[in-house]
């Protein structure tokens, strides 16, 4: 046993780091470097959906009925496998139509309807107020085991003034008035909290392992030694079966898990984590497997705990629920002891917080505030700041909440109300999906419908599980439990019509979901949807498939600026009506707030305003009151639809014509771009043709000068000028008609006479022409062609030329005296490659790429050679290219140059069926 | 109603998980051993669970793809 002043100096330390956190979190936030503004944030805060009742009662049924504290988990494990789609449709319509609570959202879908969102309020209140009790019952209870002797029955003060659960009720108010009602944000986002409740969920699933690990490897060897003792008695053996020894109870087996599924939604302390709390839609992505991952991880040791418990204490000896703490307190672990008891109060408090920010939002939007607002002093006609109001009520309504949630406490005990209320909690909030879900998916749904869906489906929850619950609570006359209402006794709560055979609580989820889902339907069939319910339909329903400037305005009267500033301002405070209003204009276009036009659009934006402040019922009274409205009809509400959709396609039009122009632009824009290049390539090609030409003319001319003005020149020098003349001279006609033969070629005006050709023989003749060239220079060539090549479709002298053209140049490049080219030939079934290998200087990498191109060759360059046109390897390339072919070029510096170049075959057989003269594209 | 192949994915998987954890394929299990030791209904439970996590993840995390895919989808 650990001493009072211990645990709860402990409990406050742990709050006050709360604080500290929250704090923090807030700061960060101010900064503009939100510290939640992460999907694992984000995931662990959704994880406030394990409370105490997780933390302690799966325990407690693991060890009563086995696997069937799985339920309540795998349920939002499938729930998240829809998430994606459904609860990111309703983050979208609750961060578009500033949508901050569950009620509101319920209200807003039909309508804006005051006496839905009312209903949905009072219905929650009813369900969730047991359920805090039920997180400061567990506080309690783990306060006293820890307190008393083990073995011992815990006793708890009776006087509520020394009762240490009222003075941590009042903390958690004081922390959820701090951080959850500070200031008014229409957004009604709270980053601190977000912040402190994502750190409890860490501490509770690593307190809770822990224990696990404690139980499956230091109390016990090992989890296989654990279950091996426990299958040795027979009660646990039993517990670990399939059926436990009866048929399995498939029926309640799919209650529970839907009853979860749809809990995990629609819990309000969800919704405000989930939907209203989200940063970033994308978040969810990382969040709809990381939760349920959570959820596994919290009770991978929850059976080990539960069997570990019963095999120490024995049966009946220790409450169940409690095994977490007693098991390391009956080792003297005292220190684990208490780390798993502030794991447990970090999983109430954890609920407790959210919980009561959501239900105060809701009670303050939809319930007081309507009324407040009828009243002369605070409605429409009057005047003054009513932000302060609004931050009271929020406040007084935390603390009302929590004091009411340890008043059931302090008056159910231990009573059979608080036990089972977790899953009745749940049972309530289930109500809501009919209605949350059938607006979000069907545009059919109305104000009545869903109206009496929610009455019904109260109605049926309180009749056969509130009241029940209550009766075997001791709190009211048990009779009608076993006779039936006024006697009748196919009215029994636990067997309605004589439908026996399900548990309680399948019987009453079947009943209340079957009358709130036929209710829901059947009346909202009865009669088309007024007009208002068809706008809110559309806006909810097709969220998605508008952006935010295509949405449609379903509103039509006439309104002022000078009427709705004032009436943003008694709501969210003068300061910031005048922010949102400068903001708005901005975006408008309009110089000041004077300006803007006071149109559907400026009174839809200080609507949306106002609802995150007030929920959208109030808001609507509140802007009608001070506009002129002209109610819609049906026929107003298609004509706008009608008029967005028009729009939407004009502006969709345009966009299509715009990028349309756009393309055509860049396509003008690229071929001006290749046009330009053209033409500088032109004058390059211009003025290292006229070089070229210059060169020899140069020389011929001054020869010529020299001979004509030397009279007395001897016969021996002038023959030998002229003999530099005719060589100059055939260098020049070579050169024209190399451009020639290049302009032919490009222009698609050269001749081609295709013939059969046999490339070995034509390789032997081009080697045999050359060899007298190579023998001058002293360049040995060698020869190594396949012997069997099969006969090729080409023009013969063409590609002689190309050949030649490549032994040139390597014999041009191979060092004089010891040059070493190779010239070689294979033949493949795809075609011939014909490769020329010579031991020269090389090319480097920047090189190699131009000197295919034309032109290329200017002054400057390495490769300069005044003995040539520069046009051999382009016109060469023209020409394998016509064939279908291919030149390469593989060489790196002091390593030689290969020039290759290959022929297919199979364009070649092409080529012999097509006109022999066919124009080079 | 769920369009975009992540969608359509996602809702297969929600009906793989039903029809895995209810009537009549729970009735798989009704075995009493013990595999390694651990008794089979609640390990197959368990393993039950940790696939759908997995699987679950890969759609929703899954490649460069299909995240630009689900950014332009319409979830209805």
């Not at chain 1, 002209?630 to 967005?644: F, G, K, Q």
């Amino acid at each position: 046993m650990l001493s009072a002043t211990l645990v709860i100096g402990v409990s406050f330390a742990y709050l006050l780091l709360l604080f500290a956190v929250a704090y923090f979190g807030d700061w960060r936030a101010a900064q503009g470097r939100s510290i939640i503004a992460s999907p694992w944030v984000y995931a662990l805060s959704m994880a406030v959906y394990c409370t105490a009742w997780t933390y302690f009662g799966s325990v407690g049924r693991a060890a009563s009925s086995g696997v069937w504290f799985l339920p309540i988990y795998l349920g939002p494990m499938l729930a998240m496998t829809l998430a994606w789609m459904v609860v990111r449709k309703m983050i979208r319509i609750a961060k578009t139509y500033r949508i901050t609570s569950i009620a509101d959202f319920i209200a807003s879908r039909y309508g804006k309807s005051p006496t839905l969102a009312g209903l949905v309020t009072l219905i929650t209140v009813v369900g969730i107020v047991p359920y805090i009790a039920l997180q400061l019952k567990a506080i309690a209870s783990g306060y006293a085991v820890l307190t008393s002797p083990l073995g011992q029955p815990a006793v708890q003060s009776a006087d509520w003034w020394s009762d240490s659960t009222l003075y941590v009720a009042l903390a958690l108010a004081g922390f959820t008035m701090v951080f959850g009602a500070r200031h008014l944000d229409s957004t009604e986002r709270h980053e601190g909290m977000v912040a402190a409740i994502a750190f409890e969920s860490v501490v509770k699933l690593v307190a809770f392992m822990a224990v696990g690990l404690f139980v499956s490897f230091g109390l016990f060897a090992s989890p296989v030694a654990l279950f091996e003792q426990a299958y040795a008695v027979d009660a646990l053996r039993k517990l670990l079966q399939f059926g436990q020894g009866q048929p399995f109870a498939y029926a309640q087996w799919l209650g529970l898990t839907l009853l979860a599924m749809l809990s995990v939604i629609f819990l309000p302390r969800q919704f405000q984590v989930m939907v209203v709390e989200n940063v970033d839609e994308q978040h969810l992505r990382r969040a709809v497997w990381a939760f349920p991952l959570y959820l596994l991880l919290i009770n991978l040791f929850v059976l080990p705990i539960a069997m570990g418990g019963l095999l120490y204490f024995g049966p009946g000896a220790m409450d169940p629920e409690t095994f977490i703490l007693s098991l390391p307190l009956s080792q003297g672990y005292n220190a684990l002891a208490l780390f798993a008891f502030v794991g447990g109060l970090s999983a109430a408090t954890g609920m407790v917080i959210v919980e009561a920010i959501a239900v105060s939002t809701m009670v303050c939007n939809d319930l007081v505030m309507p009324l407040l607002l009828r009243m002369r002093r605070f409605g429409a006609r009057a005047s003054g700041d009513l932000t302060g109001l609004l931050l009271g009520i929020r406040r007084l309504a935390i603390l009302i909440i929590l004091l009411l949630g340890y008043l059931y406490f302090h008056l159910a005990g231990e009573a059979y109300a608080l036990v089972s209320i977790g899953l009745i909690s749940f049972a309530a909030v289930a109500q809501f999906a009919p209605a949350m879900l059938g607006g979000m998916y069907w545009k059919g749904g109305t104000r009545h419908g869903a109206l009496t869906g929610l009455l019904l489906g109260f109605a049926f929850w309180v009749y056969t599980l509130m009241l029940p619950s209550l009766a075997k609570s001791g709190w009211l006359d048990d009779g009608f439990l076993h006779h039936g209402l006024w006697g009748v006794v196919w009215l029994k709560p636990e067997a309605f019509l004589g439908l026996t055979g399900l548990d309680n609580l399948t019987h009453s989820l079947f009943w209340s979901l079957l009358a709130n889902v036929g209710g829901y339907v059947g009346v909202s069939l009865w009669r088309a949807p007024s007009a208002r319910e068809t706008s809110q339909a559309l806006l909810f329903v097709d969220v998605f498939n508008r952006k935010a400037g295509a949405r449609p305005v379903f509103w039509q009267g006439r309104a002022k600026v000078s009427a709705l500033l004032p009436l943003a301002g008694r709501f969210l405070g003068a300061e910031q009506a005048q922010r949102l209003f400068a903001e708005y204009a901005r975006r408008e276009g309009v110089a000041s707030i004077e300006h803007i036009p006071a149109d559907a659009r400026l009174v839809q934006f200080v609507e949306t305003q106002l609802t995150g402040a007030i929920g959208s019922a109030s808001a609507r009274v509140m802007v009608a009151s001070v506009v002129e409205e002209e109610p819609l009809d049906l026929d107003d509400v298609m004509r706008i639809l009608d008029e967005a959709s028009q729009l939407r396609a004009y502006s969709h039009e345009l966009e299509e014509k715009s990028q349309s122009l756009e393309r055509a632009t860049t396509e003008l824009r690229e071929a001006n771009e290749k046009l330009k290049s053209l033409d500088r390539l032109k004058d390059d090609f211009m003025s290292s043709v006229t070089h070229e030409l210059r060169t020899p003319l140069t020389s011929i001319r001054a020869l010529s000068e020299l001979m004509r003005d030397d009279d007395h020149m001897d016969l021996a020098q002038r023959q030998q000028f002229l003999g530099i003349i005719v060589v100059e001279a055939e260098r020049l006609s070579r050169l024209v008609n190399q451009v020639l033969d290049m302009a032919k070629i490009e222009a698609g005006h050269a001749e081609w006479h295709n013939a059969v050709v046999d490339m070995r023989e034509l390789l032997e003749q081009a080697s045999a022409t050359m060899r007298e060239t190579y023998r001058e220079r002293g360049v040995a060539l060698q020869l190594q062609l396949s012997t069997a090549v099969q006969p090729l479709w080409a023009d013969a002298d063409r590609i002689t030329q190309v050949v030649l053209n490549l032994l040139s140049n390597a014999a041009k490049y191979a060092p004089r005296g010891s040059g070493q080219v190779h010239l070689s030939l294979k033949d493949s079934t795809d075609g011939i490659a014909v490769e020329v290998q010579d031991n020269g200087p090389g090319i480097s990498q920047e090189q190699q790429s131009m000197v295919f191109e034309k032109f290329r060759q200017v002054s400057g360059d390495d490769h300069y050679r005044p003995g040539g046109t520069g046009l051999g390897l382009p016109i060469s390339r023209q020409i394998v290219e016509h064939f279908g072919g291919h030149m390469w070029l593989h060489s790196s510096p002091g390593q030689g140059a290969v020039f290759g170049f290959f022929l297919p075959r199979q364009g070649v057989d092409a080529e012999r069926t097509a006109s022999t003269d066919q124009p080079l594209i | 109603m769920f369009q975009g192949l992540v969608a359509q994915r996602l809702v297969a998987l929600f009906f793989a998980g039903w029809a895995l954890l209810n009537f009549p394929l729970l009735a798989l299990w009704d075995h009493d051993i013990l595999i390694g030791g651990l008794p089979l209904f609640p390990i197959a439970l368990f393993g039950v669970w940790a696939l759908l996590i997995a699987v679950l993840a890969c759609v929703v995390e899954g490649g460069a793809a299909s995240r630009s895919s689900m950014l332009h989808e319409r979830p209805d």
